[in-house]
C-alpha cells in the first residue's frame, strides 16, 4: 500500500510538473507573439479587433498578444507592374515571358490593331489607403492601367503610336491614371510609365512590314526631292537676282550716259547759238583732226581745182 501510494504521489507531482511547464511555455509564446519587428522598407500598421489604431515605423515594437494584428507595408520601395509580358529572369541577359496577348493587343484610332507593352512604378504613399480603401489595390491598380491605356491608344493613329507620339502617350497615362487614384484613394502614387514594344500582331506583321517600308521610301522620296528643291531653288533666285541687278545696273549707265550725252549736247548748243561759224568750224576741225589721223594717204585739193586724176594711184 506504501508503494502505491508513492506512486501515485510522483505521478501528481509529475503531471504538475508537467502543466507548470505548459503553462510557463504558453506565456513565453504569447509574450514573444506580443514582439514584431517592421522592415527597414516598411511600415507597420495595427489593426486591433479588427479597427485601424497606428503606424509603426521601422524597427522593433511590442502589441497586444492574439488581439493586435500588423500588416508590413512597403512604403520605401518602388513597385512596378509589367504588362503584355513578364520579366522571368532579370539580369545581362533577362528573360522574359509573352504569352499576355489578351491585355496588350489594342485597337488604335485608325483601327489598326497593335500589341503595346508597357510598365506601370508606383509607391505606396498612403499605407492605411492601400490596405482598406480599396479591395484587392494591385488587381485594380491593373485593371485601371490596362484601361487607360487603352482609352489613350484608341485617341490615336498606328503612325503616332510607333514614332512621334510614344512620350505623348506615356505622360497622357500616368497623368490620367494618378487622376483615378486619387479619386479611388488607393494611397497610390504613380512614378512613371514606360513603353516597351509596340508592334502589328505576327500574324499581320509582314504586311505590316512592307507597308512600314513603303512609307519609309516615300518619306526617302519626298526628302531627296526636297533636297534638289534646296539646292536648285535657291541658285536659280540667285542667278535671276543677278540677272536683275546687271540689268538695272546696266540701265542705270545707260540712262546716266544718255542724261550726260544730253547735257554735254545742250552745252554745246547753247555755244552754237551764240556763235554759229566759230562753233561750227571748231566742230569741222575737231571732227577733222579725229578722222584724219586714221588715213593712209591724204589729199587736199581746192574745191575750184581740176586734174586730181593725175595723182591718184589707179593701178591698186
Known sequence: MANAEEVKRSVTLNAKKFVNII???LVVII?????YVVQAENVGVILRFGKYTKTTMPGLHLKIPLIDKVYQVAVERQLKEEFGFRTLKAGVTSQYSRNYGSESVMLTGDLNVVVVEWIIQYRIEDPYKYLFRVRNATPTLRDMSEAIMREVVGDRTLNEILTVGRLEITQKV???????????ENGIRMKQVVLQNINPPDAVKGSF????????DREKIINQARSEYNRVI?????????????????????????F???????????????????TRQRIYLETLGEVLPKLEKKYIIDETGSGVLPLLNLDK
Open 23 to 25: 503553462i510557463i511555455l
Open 31 to 35: 509574450i514573444a507573439s506580443g514582439i
Open 174 to 184: 500616368e497623368q490620367k491614371l494618378q487622376n483615378l487614384c486619387n479619386e479611388y
Open 209 to 216: 512590314n512592307e507597308v512600314n517600308q513603303a512609307q519609309q
Open 234 to 258: 535657291p541658285k536659280a533666285k540667285g542667278q535671276a537676282e543677278q540677272t536683275i541687278q546687271e540689268a538695272e545696273g546696266y540701265a542705270s549707265v545707260r540712262i546716266n550716259g544718255a
Open 260 to 278: 550726260g550725252d544730253i547735257a554735254r549736247f545742250n552745252a554745246v548748243f547753247k555755244e552754237y547759238e551764240k556763235a554759229p561759224d566759230i
